[in-house]
């Protein structure tokens, strides 16, 4: 449907309106697709590789290990830096927001849980044995995936899967029926819920490295060559 060049690595990738935010080598460029402006975000320290919105609030995770927090401002500058979250010893790679939480995953293996309205870590989850590369709010459960080869969701028991974990993103169906997409290196896995059977793949020329549903039934895949590719799902109905 249409590609951007970026000039630089995508680490990351959320929309929220008409807000488009990128994560890249120390900085976020947020693109605004209504009014055609883009701004510039500096801060992170090292690959973007994790974002997410929420209390009109952006948090960018680093390869540093440190999340930069910025707050909406004015209509001509619309992010004003607040400060850094620190408390993860590796790489934050994934978010997740869940009610007034934020969830964190990192290489040192933890989910960290950020309370949104003071911005102070209230637990530790050490759930996995590798990198935690994805989390999903379905329903009243946390779902984690991992390096180590599993999903976990907590009040169920873990599930392995045939391949590592880099990203999750969940979807219902036309027949409403929850699936969730999961992607590896250059490859895009479909699993319906809760058997975790597999539905089908999609095959890519380069390693995917974000993944993420947004409305109408479109998935939106970054991968390493640079490129962000739009898939469309028929007949969909909502997303999480």
């Avoid at 630089?8 to 929220?16: N, Q």
């Avoid at 930069?68 to 004015?74: F, Y």
Wanted: charged share 15%; net charge neutral; aromatic share 10%.
């Amino acid at each position: 449907m249409r590609v951007i060049n970026l000039g630089a690595e995508a680490g990351s990738l959320i929309s929220e309106g008409p807000w488009v935010f990128i994560g890249m080598p120390n900085a976020v460029k947020a693109l605004n697709i209504q009014r055609a402006k883009d701004f510039h975000l500096e801060g992170p320290v090292g690959q973007v590789h994790a974002m997410a919105v929420a209390n009109d609030m952006l948090f960018a995770g680093a390869s540093s290990g440190m999340i930069s927090v910025w707050n909406g401002n004015t209509e001509s500058d619309p992010f004003k830096y607040v400060t850094s979250l620190k408390g993860h010893d590796g790489a934050v790679v994934c978010f997740i927001v869940g009610g007034r939480y934020l969830y964190s995953g990192s290489v040192d293996q933890t989910i960290k849980v950020w309370d949104l309205n003071t911005l102070q870590c209230t637990m530790t989850l050490r759930q996995h044995t590798d990198t935690v590369t994805s989390l999903l709010c379905w329903d009243q459960y946390l779902i984690s995936g991992s390096l180590d080869g599993t999903v976990k969701a907590l009040g169920f028991f873990p599930n392995r899967l045939e391949h590592g974990v880099r990203a999750i993103s969940g979807m219902i169906d036309a027949d409403a029926k929850p699936i969730i997409f999961s992607c590896e290196n250059k490859t895009i896995y479909v699993y319906d819920l809760p058997s975790f059977a597999e539905r089908g793949r999609i095959f890519l020329m380069h390693t995917v490295g974000t993944l993420m549903v947004g409305g109408g039934g479109q998935i939106y895949s970054g991968d390493r060559s640079g490129k962000l590719r739009v898939w469309s799902l028929g007949n969909h109905q909502s997303v999480a």
